[in-house]
């Protein structure tokens, strides 16, 4: 007999969080959906997802809850809604960038019998529509693993916190690449010589990955939050080459909506 599609609740519909949302709707999965602004969610809805007014409705059925939202301040906030209208059985995994910390203070409010998964994503927009995000998951996700098979694919990282603290290095590593390459470009210029030759022999070299993130068009990863997690990383560690990045990355308040390849422009 076939196994019956898991209820999922899915809060936060942003640029990352739509397109995950729409995957597990075309899955076959119930799908009930929470968003702060309520409209993002009117194109699920036509489509056959019940939406909630409040992250409490959302969750009060599900059977698994997924959030995907912008920062440790936003998740704190959804979860003041939701976790007190968790059931016993409910597996809740959280997808947003938000750090171990952030992670820690969720799972110590949970009631007996709801497990928290960490869940933080690599991969922008395009990926998380195709369905192939990489997920890095700290905790037990063999209860989800359908769920998050339809998402991407699944690193093990650990115990509860281990998924979050692992997001923090490879996106750092990601940001601190591009912002390199944005300097090596304007190097470049200075000595004279074409953006385009400096871009194509760095791409023949160990930045070859930093390159095709920073000349990505499909992607969307605005600034403010590559921000946000230069600065949850420095506050981790002492870490002052991603100071000087994240000083540069907010030094102009007209890139801050814009996706992290500006900063080569």
Same mark, same amino acid.
């Given at each position: 007999?076939?196994?019956?599609? *898991?209820?999922?609740a899915?809060?936060?519909l942003?640029?990352?969080?739509?397109?995950?949302?729409?995957?597990?709707?075309?899955?076959?999965?119930?799908?009930?959906?929470?968003?702060?602004?309520?409209?993002? &969610?009117?194109?699920?809805?036509?489509?056959?997802?019940? *939406?909630?007014?409040?992250?409490?409705?959302? $969750?009060?059925?599900?059977?698994?809850?997924?959030?995907?939202?912008?920062?440790?301040?936003a998740?704190?906030?959804?979860?003041?809604?939701?976790?007190?209208?968790?059931?016993?059985?409910?597996?809740?995994?959280?997808?947003?960038?938000?750090?171990?910390?952030?992670?820690?203070?969720?799972?110590?409010?949970?009631?007996?019998?709801?497990?928290?998964?960490?869940?933080?994503?690599?991969?922008?927009?395009?990926?998380?529509?195709?369905?192939?995000?990489?997920?890095?998951?700290?905790?037990?996700?063999?209860?989800?693993?359908?769920?998050?098979?339809?998402?991407?694919?699944?690193?093990?990282?650990?115990?509860?916190?281990?998924?979050?603290?692992?997001?923090? $290095?490879?996106?750092? &590593?990601?940001?601190?690449?591009?912002?390199?390459?944005?300097?090596?470009?304007?190097?470049?210029?200075?000595?004279?010589?074409?953006?385009?030759?400096?871009?194509r022999t760095?791409?023949?070299?160990?930045?070859?990955?930093?390159?095709?993130?920073?000349? &990505?068009?499909?992607?969307?990863?605005?600034?403010?939050?590559?921000?946000?997690?230069?600065?949850?990383?420095?506050?981790?560690?002492?870490?002052?080459?991603?100071?000087?990045?994240?000083?540069?990355?907010?030094?102009?308040?007209?890139?801050?909506?814009?996706?992290?390849?500006? $900063?080569?422009?």
């Amino acid at each position: 007999m076939k196994n019956t599609p *898991q209820k999922i609740a899915f809060l936060g519909l942003g640029s990352m969080g739509l397109p995950m949302a729409r995957r597990l709707l075309g899955a076959g999965h119930p799908l009930t959906v929470w968003n702060r602004t309520a409209a993002k &969610a009117d194109a699920l809805v036509s489509d056959g997802a019940a *939406q909630a007014a409040t992250p409490a409705e959302a $969750v009060r059925d599900a059977d698994v809850v997924i959030t995907m939202l912008a920062d440790p301040a936003a998740a704190l906030a959804v979860a003041d809604g939701l976790i007190p209208a968790l059931r016993p059985g409910t597996h809740w995994i959280d997808t947003s960038t938000v750090g171990p910390d952030t992670v820690a203070a969720l799972e110590a409010r949970l009631p007996d019998g709801v497990t928290l998964i960490d869940a933080p994503v690599m991969g922008s927009v395009d990926r998380a529509a195709s369905g192939e995000l990489l997920i890095l998951a700290g905790g037990d996700t063999a209860p989800v693993a359908d769920v998050l098979a339809r998402l991407g694919t699944v690193t093990p990282c650990g115990g509860p916190g281990t998924g979050a603290a692992l997001k923090l $290095v490879l996106i750092n &590593a990601v940001i601190g690449g591009v912002a390199l390459v944005a300097e090596a470009l304007t190097l470049a210029g200075a000595l004279g010589l074409p953006r385009e030759l400096a871009l194509r022999t760095l791409a023949e070299g160990p930045l070859s990955g930093a390159v095709g993130r920073a000349t &990505a068009t499909g992607s969307h990863f605005p600034v403010a939050l590559a921000a946000k997690d230069v600065a949850l990383a420095a506050s981790s560690a002492k870490l002052p080459v991603l100071e000087a990045v994240h000083a540069a990355l907010t030094a102009d308040p007209a890139l801050l909506g814009e996706d992290l390849a500006a $900063v080569i422009r």
